[in-house]
């Protein structure tokens, strides 16, 4: 979309990384003593807004240029993100003739549905429009709002600063008609509460129908394939499938902790070979049987189709959407690979393949319509029976893949930006950031495919539970891609509406359909995203309530050098860090703690960890440092930005990382600070050069020796705060049910933020808080 646009934008990244390396030349030539120049540029500029600027966006997979590098993604990824779309053969057409065909031209109008809704929604929408609305080469949901809480202030968490405008890329270029429009509804959205409360709603909401999506993927296709073997061997029971169904699903789920890049190259061949079995017999079956089904082509069967049929062929809309399911692994998978590799397998191998297996079993029926209900193992010839079969369950196993990978991608997005509660995110490969594992996730995804496979016992009910979720997840994504058309591409209004009246129409019309199936397995993605949408709510709104008490309450800068300049408070040898998640100023606790304990470290050092809306956050821009003056405090704020695709580092590296940037910046900061005071820096030139720059390195050298000593005493001192949210006096019976218990409970039953970054517990030190909300 508006190619123009996006190479204007490319052209000022480079433009923006080209100055910032200049800036860091700069920087060098000052340690060096080689530019007073430069000093005097630096002079002018806050340090923390000099490190800040040097944080550039473009990571991630989606920068890979290395041909080799994307074609091996390309294999991988069909392993990975195309096995529900490629099984979805395997049930489509049972689902949409349930009862039988009526009149053989039903058959015509249901594969022009077919094509057109792969066209239109897998092939133009996903691989070729919201691929390309990755938030620097990460997918999904929660991918798409906070790309959106980027370019605006869309986040309810009120923890922006000046310097995230500079991280964001975001620019309000020269105004036109279109930047208007961008700047209008930016601004609607940024004055909004009510705008900002809906838009994480649906949010949460398409996280969770994923999440659902992740349930029912395995469920429907191990399901689908396994009963394929009652062609060959009619006295197998539905029981004995169900049962058999079950032991391949745990199974499945078990592999899991092995990680997306050994399990992509172990299925990878697999569903290769699935593709090509399935479009080979679709070739075959179309010219053996009724080559003429290539009429479908014309959408005039459609509106026939719609003519005979009227309000049964709305219902079998519910049907028609599941050769759809998978599609949004496209994006949701896109953390694992990369834009270019999803693109290539999908347009050389996924795409043609399913639409010849469509078109081959439309053949066959036009001449065994009576074979409708088991439609795909029936068109496929005798003589290949058996190895089909094995394939087939091979490729149903696999076809999991997709979304519990995207499950486990849009957990760990949720996580970073405070909408789930914290669990243990694994990541399984030290090359791509994005492929991680979520054991907990893993463990309630297995027990809900267990329980629905037993509950269910057939496909017809989950399939219509399955075309909800897909539903949902489809039309939540064509509205956030509306907003980014309109406040990010700044794209013409022209496109958006045909987009809004083909594409997303067609959405609202599944959408519709499938809702009519809601008493018959249709409220079981409901009841997920209820369950999911309350536990992410909960979390999300106890968080931002103690975040909000924090900054409402926290220590100003005046204060924190009272308490650190009073005589009564002891400063004993070592180095402290205090870590809050407030990023505006100092905790409350901080307080409480010296109230309680009179002492403090000859170093501190306030630590605040953020979460960015971006994929992931260099390791040498991850540590943004402030000192807190006088300087003889020795006291320091430091932010730690994290993206939500980076790992917590251990301990040891995070000690090693951070003893290093302070000091880096220790030396910078006395360069800065010795230049001359005066607004005229141009006329300024130093009496000696050499001896202003040999007095200056002796005094940064001294306070980066104090730091050593510091180190050298023993090891640092963990301070953190152990608070404990209740709900204020005068509260309703509501507020203190959600705070008192049911947050609280969460808060309890989840990872503490020591064991995130797994801090030594001998040398941490807990300060007990309660905070009234």
Not at 183 to 194: A, C, D, G, I, R
Not at 368 to 381: E, G, K, L, R, T
Not at 485 to 499: A, D, E, F, H, R
Request: hydrophobic content about 45%; overall charge positive; some cysteine.
């Amino acid at each position: 979309m508006e190619i123009g646009n996006h190479m204007e934008d490319e052209r000022s990244r480079e433009e923006h990384h080209i100055d910032q390396e200049k800036l860091e030349e700069q920087k060098d030539d000052i340690f060096k003593g080689k530019s007073m120049q430069s000093c005097k540029m630096l002079a002018i500029r806050d340090s923390f807004d000099l490190e800040a600027s040097r944080f550039t966006t473009n990571q991630g997979l989606s920068q890979i240029e290395n041909w080799k590098t994307i074609m091996k993604l390309a294999f991988q990824s069909i392993g990975v993100v195309y096995g529900d779309l490629g099984t979805s053969p395997l049930y489509v057409l049972p689902g949409i003739f349930p009862t039988g065909i009526k009149h053989n031209d039903d058959i015509l109008g249901v594969i022009s549905l077919i094509f057109y809704s792969l066209m239109l929604i897998t092939l133009i929408k996903y691989v070729f429009i919201v691929l390309a609305a990755n938030d620097n080469g990460d997918g999904g949901t929660f991918a798409l709002y906070s790309l959106l809480c980027r370019h605006a202030n869309a986040s309810l968490t009120p923890n922006q600063q000046a310097e995230d405008k500079e991280v964001s890329n975001y620019r309000l270029d020269v105004p036109n008609q279109r930047l208007k429009r961008a700047s209008f509804v930016k601004s609607m959205l940024e004055n909004s509460q009510t705008i900002k409360f809906f838009i994480l709603f649906i949010t949460m909401l398409g996280t969770s129908m994923v999440l659902g999506d992740g349930i029912l993927t395995p469920c429907i296709s191990v399901l689908s394939a396994v009963g394929g073997v009652k062609e060959a061997a009619s006295g197998l029971t539905d029981n004995m499938i169900m049962w058999i169904s079950v032991g391949i699903l745990i199974g499945l789920f078990q592999i899991q902790r092995f990680g997306t890049d050994k399990i992509g190259y172990s299925f990878a061949p697999i569903l290769t070979i699935w593709f090509l079995f399935i479009g080979s017999i679709g070739l075959y079956n179309f010219f053996k049987y009724d080559p003429s089904v290539i009429k479908a082509i014309n959408p005039i069967y459609i509106i026939q189709y719609f003519k005979r049929n009227k309000k049964d062929a709305w219902i079998s809309l519910g049907g028609v959407i599941l050769c759809l399911t998978g599609s949004e692994a496209l994006f949701a998978d896109l953390g694992h690979f990369s834009v270019r590799s999803i693109q290539i397998s999908s347009c050389t191998i996924v795409f043609p393949s399913v639409v010849f297996a469509y078109f081959g079993q439309a053949s066959y029926l036009r001449q065994h319509s009576q074979d409708a209900s088991n439609a795909f193992y029936s068109s496929v010839p005798k003589s290949v029976y058996w190895p089909m079969f094995v394939v087939a369950v091979m490729a149903a196993i696999i076809a999991s893949q997709s979304l519990i990978s995207a499950s486990f991608s849009i957990i760990q997005q949720s996580l970073a930006l405070g909408c789930f509660p914290r669990v243990k995110v694994v990541h399984t490969s030290s090359k791509y950031k994005g492929q991680v594992y979520v054991p907990k996730i893993n463990t309630i995804l297995m027990l809900a495919c267990v329980g629905v496979t037993l509950g269910f016992k057939n496909t017809l009910k989950i399939g219509n539970a399955y075309g909800i979720a897909v539903a949902f997840v489809y039309t939540i994504t064509s509205a956030f891609l509306v907003l980014v058309m309109v406040m990010i591409w700044k794209t013409n209004m022209c496109l958006i509406v045909i987009y809004a009246l083909s594409i997303w129409l067609l959405e609202l019309l599944f959408l519709s359909s499938v809702l009519y199936k809601f008493m018959d397995g249709g409220y079981l993605p409901l009841l997920f995203a209820m369950v999911t949408m309350t536990i992410m709510y909960l979390w999300n709104y106890g968080y931002r309530k103690k975040y909000i008490y924090e900054l409402d309450n926290k220590v100003s800068p005046v204060k924190l050098v009272e308490i650190a300049s009073d005589t009564s408070i002891h400063r004993i040898p070592g180095l402290a860090l205090f870590y809050t998640e407030l990023v505006q100023g100092i905790s409350p606790i901080f307080t409480h703690y010296v109230a309680n304990v009179p002492a403090l470290h000859s170093i501190l050092v306030f630590i605040s960890i953020k979460s960015l809306p971006i994929c992931t956050v260099p390791l040498e821009d991850r540590f943004l440092f402030k000192r807190v003056e006088p300087r003889e405090l020795s006291i320091f704020r430091c932010i730690v930005r994290y993206g939500y695709k980076d790992a917590k580092t251990e301990w040891g590296s995070f000690k090693e990382m951070l003893t290093i940037q302070l000091k880096d910046f220790i030396r910078k900061d006395v360069f800065i600070s010795r230049l001359p005071h005066t607004t005229n820096m141009a006329s300024y030139e130093p009496d000696d050069n050499e001896v202003s720059r040999l007095r200056t390195e002796e005094i940064a050298q001294r306070e980066v020796e104090k730091v050593d000593e510091a180190l050298n005493v023993g090891d640092i001192v963990h301070l953190m705060g152990e608070n404990e949210v209740v709900a204020s006096k005068g509260s309703s019976f509501l507020k203190k049910l959600v705070i008192n218990y049911a947050y609280n409970w969460l808060r309890r039953s989840v990872r503490q933020v020591d064991e995130v970054f797994m801090i030594p517990r001998k040398r941490l030190l807990k300060v007990g808080m309660t905070y009234d909300v």
